[in-house]
């Protein structure tokens, strides 16, 4: 996934984000509500075309360029776009990105058609002192083709940057599922911070439903900045691009609405212009093709549709968990509406959080603007449409609430009545309807298509967190465009505690999507205690005599585990599952027997055996095969029955005193004599866990470790092994003579 960000070259337009109080559009109830009637029944309007420009910098006040100053306040300047700079005279609405720089108070900046008499009843962009901010927008022109820029508040500097344009012929549109195709921070699409002057590409066509061929995309950009600047996204890498699509300050999360023209090859370009360094997001929600089978665009004049602060469309504040569902009977829509076009404003908020728009209501998988605690923030989006016809709005916060303003600009119409219907399909795996335990690290998704017209078809993977028997925290997995005539996919990444599901998305229409039943991977257990054994022999000699547990006594411990549910693995499959986060099932337990006594072999082997239990057996291999140790016969009969051979030094050196060649050797030379005596005797054996001598480690050891495959080493540090922990310091749980079966079992529970 790829994407290209084209930065504007003006210093200027990196600033501060300061406290302040914001302003809004006006939220006067005799504000011009939209018109009434049901849209949907009447006529089809002739839509527009799309075709992509540039972007090109169309307005800049504060060179002139457009304009002829900086706008004052209250005092509405005109400016022209058709004819100018590649748009042609007959375009009856524009893409492109709006800022405002250098505002002397706080303010919004309103885009319409015509000259307002008065404060206009749209806003555009809200901006506060000393920032500069952007928004993306769909910008109907006036008969004339020009665009009135009225800024209420304060004086400004104002910017405008076209990505394309509508006429009657061109590219049509095609909606998608909101898809993520960037994310720096978890290296999807694109891995790692953008430094001042980076100017990378994102592959885009063949990632979350754009397929080959697309010409543009609509899409939602944000930046998680630690420095300032500005982001642009253009076809192909710039080292100075001429206009911009995202400006920030750092230590903010800001997001802007775009539509991004894409290269020859079906990528964008990013490129960022500033100081620090800035993670970028990329959610598309739809793409131009140049054909006819699409949907096409109708311009508005800007209406205001929901202000919850006056109760126009929904009342009152929105919270966490709540969303509201907004008609838009009474919108002047006609024809088949696929889509909506507009500007989501978020006012009076009380806890930082987002705001989002989605078809109907459902998982969250992207938002369109995030916002701190008392801003007030604008953004575009462009969202297909919900039942009735409708959208769903909501905000998301750890606490509190905001008001909610929209406000429309167009909407995107289908050409006929075989665009976005849907095609009949239906899972066959997981079937709809199931709720099926898995442990599995992923599974073959299939499904079944009729035939019929088709244009596209978009596969997504949702994730969620297995909570006992329910799945919450639902969010985005993968969305993968499937190729004509395929009805299956591959997913590999199950993890436990976790939950996925699967939705077909068919010719661009959320609505009609089939969803797949559910697959649950119960959360691994919290902890795996990890019993430290040395000799379990009836005699107590004085060697170790406090770590000589009795025969009786180990088999009683034994019993007494199994009774109570405890079941073994060996530490190489602990290793293993913790380094591909594995399912690991509730009271797992690890017996380890240090040093490779022959008694062991005797005594507590054949009791492992009687209770099915297996047993991780850690030899000095310099010793194997003298008299009281264990041979390499014995260690072939206990592999054969499933325990671990495994790593404990050639002579027991402590590591913390032993370096360079003589560490590699002691541990190198022991893990070979293992591999070698094993396989003379049939068995093919890979040492992946160490038990250090003498309980004692460090960074040396650790690395060698590590760079030598070890999954897991074991100190004598007192504990239980828990996900997160360093796997070269595992602690264990040491059983001394002392101990009886209930002493175990309360030791294991409080480790």
């Known amino acids: 996934m790829r994407s290209h960000l084209r930065l504007i070259a003006v210093a200027s337009l990196v600033g501060l984000l300061f406290s302040a109080s914001p302003a809004l559009a006006s939220s006067d109830p005799n504000t011009p509500a939209p018109k009434t009637g049901d849209g949907a029944a009447d006529a089809a309007p002739a839509g527009n075309a799309f075709t992509p420009l540039g972007p090109v910098r169309l307005v800049d006040s504060r060179i002139a360029l457009g304009v002829p100053s900086a706008l004052s306040s209250g005092v509405p300047v005109q400016f022209a776009v058709a004819g100018a700079k590649g748009v042609p005279p007959d375009a009856t609405a524009v893409s492109g990105n709006l800022t405002v720089t250098g505002a002397s108070g706080n303010g919004y900046v309103s885009l319409t058609v015509s000259r307002p008499a008065g404060t206009p009843g749209t806003s ?22 020009s665009l009135w820029a009225t800024s ?21 549109w095609y909606p998608l599922v909101p898809a993520r195709l960037l994310d720096t921070r978890s290296g999807l699409g694109l891995s790692g911070s953008f430094k001042p002057g980076d100017s990378r590409s994102l ?3 063949g990632f979350g439903g754009v397929p080959a061929g697309a010409a543009a995309i609509t899409g939602n950009l944000t930046a998680v900045s630690n420095g300032a600047g500005f982001l642009a996204v253009t076809p192909d890498p710039a080292a ?13 999360i800001r997001a802007n609405n775009l539509i991004a023209p894409l290269s020859a090859a079906g990528s964008i370009a990013l490129t960022f212009a500033g100081s620090g360094s800035v993670a970028v997001v990329l959610d598309v929600t739809g793409y131009f093709m140049p054909d006819s089978g699409g949907s096409l665009f109708v311009p508005l004049t800007p209406s205001r549709v929901l202000d919850s602060r006056i109760s126009l469309g929904a009342s009152g504040i929105f919270t966490k968990g709540h969303p509201r569902t907004l008609s838009l009977a009474g919108a002047g829509l006609a024809g088949r509406v696929l889509a909506i076009a507009g500007n989501l404003t978020v006012t009076g908020v009380s806890a930082a959080g987002y705001g989002y728009v989605l078809p109907a209501p459902g998982p969250i998988f992207t938002s369109n603007l995030n916002i701190p605690k008392g801003d007030t923030r604008a953004n575009g989006f462009v969202s297909a449409l919900g039942p009735g016809p409708s959208l769903t709005v909501g905000y998301e916060s750890s606490g509190g609430g905001a008001q909610m303003v929209m406000d429309l600009s167009g909407y995107f119409v289908a050409p006929d009545d075989s665009f976005g219907t849907p095609v009949g399909a239906a899972f066959t795996n997981p079937p709809p309807g199931t709720d099926i335990l898995t442990t599995a690290s992923g599974e073959t998704v ?4 009729d035939a019929g017209l088709l244009h596209s078809v978009a596969l997504t993977q949702a994730i969620g967190i297995a909570t006992g028997a329910n799945c919450t925290n639902w969010g985005p997995g993968a969305t993968i465009t499937i190729a004509s005539g395929v009805t299956d996919h591959i997913f ?19 609505v009609g999507a089939v969803t797949s039943g559910l697959r649950r991977f119960p959360a691994s257990a919290s902890k795996v205690p990890v019993l430290m054994y040395h000799l379990v022999d009836p005699v107590v000699g004085s060697n170790l005599a406090g770590l000589v547990v009795d025969p009786a006594v180990f088999n009683a411990e034994m019993a007494a585990l199994y009774a109570n549910g405890w079941r073994t693995i060996t530490a190489a499959d602990l290793g293993r599952r913790l380094a591909t986060h594995a399912y690991i099932p509730d009271k797992s337990f690890v017996i380890t027997f240090d040093d490779g006594n022959v008694d062991d072999y005797t005594y507590a082997f054949p009791i492992l055996q009687k209770y099915g239990f297996v047993a991780s057996f850690y030899l000095i291999t310099g010793r194997t095969g003298h008299p009281g140790n264990i041979s390499w016969d014995q260690a072939a009969t206990m592999a054969r029955a ?28 022991a893990a070979n004599s293992i591999t070698t005596n094993l396989a003379a005797r049939g068995l093919t054996v890979t040492v992946t866990t160490f038990a250090y001598p003498m309980g004692g480690f460090d960074a040396e050891a650790e690395n060698y470790l590590r760079a030598h495959g070890y999954t897991a080493a074991f100190t004598e540090v007192s504990g239980a092994v828990r996900a997160g922990q360093n796997v070269e310091e595992l602690p264990r749980v040491r059983v001394p003579r002392g101990y009886n079966a209930a002493d175990l079992l309360a030791a294991m529970n409080r480790s």
Not at 152 to 172: E, I, K, Q, T, W
Request: glycine share 12%; net charge negative.
């Open 152 to 172: 209420m508040g304060a004086n400004c500097a104002l910017v405008f940057d076209v990505s394309g344009y509508f006429r009657p012929s061109g590219d049509s």
């Open 203 to 205: 592959q885009v066509t």
């Open 492 to 510: 590999s990444n199950y993890a436990s505690g976790h939950c996925y599901r699967y939705s077909l998305v068919i010719n661009g229409n959320p």
């Open 240 to 252: 100075k691009p001429g206009t911009s699509t995202l400006n920030f300050p750092s230590g903010d």
């Open 446 to 449: 299939t499904w079944t298509i």
């Open 124 to 145: 555009t962009l809200n901006f506060i002192r000393g920032d500069t901010r952007a928004n993306g927008v769909i910008a109907a022109l006036g008969p004339d083709g």
């Open 642 to 669: 499933g325990d671990e051979i495994a790593n404990h030094t050639v002579w027991h050196k402590d590591v913390l005193y032993i370096h360079g060649s003589t560490l590699a050797s002691e541990i190198g030379d």
